[in-house]
């Protein structure tokens, strides 16, 4: 995967979500979905998604009289992004430290470490 460099806002952060669920969608689904948790007016979430069009995050197709949204990032490509460039502010984009940092946060339960140990047994032996 080809390295990207881009900011989501915590917003369009938001709005991927419900796109990448929901797509094609319009606008006004969008804004019914987010509604409860952010409590946004169709205008917020319109002109949000509008600017996310702008900023290649999304496409916008119009179907009669009625604008459908696409995500033009993958979840994948939006999730390694945001990994890269957090580890480049918090770790100056040292993958190791900020993997050992989120293990020795004993946040991670047993499981997890198990998994992660066959992630890298399964690396090593490609």
Known sequence: MAELNFELFEGE???LQVVWEHEPCAAPTVQEVLRESKGWA???VKTTMDRMVRKGFLTKERVRNLYLYR???TRAQAQHN???RTAQRAFDGALTPMVQ???ESKKLSEEDY???ERLIQNRKRE
């Open 101 to 103: 940092f989120l293990m």
């Open 42 to 44: 169709y205008t917020t």
């Open 114 to 116: 198990q998994y992660l």
């Open 71 to 73: 995500s033009a990032v």
């Open 82 to 84: 945001e990994l890269l």
């Open 13 to 15: 952060w938001a709005i």
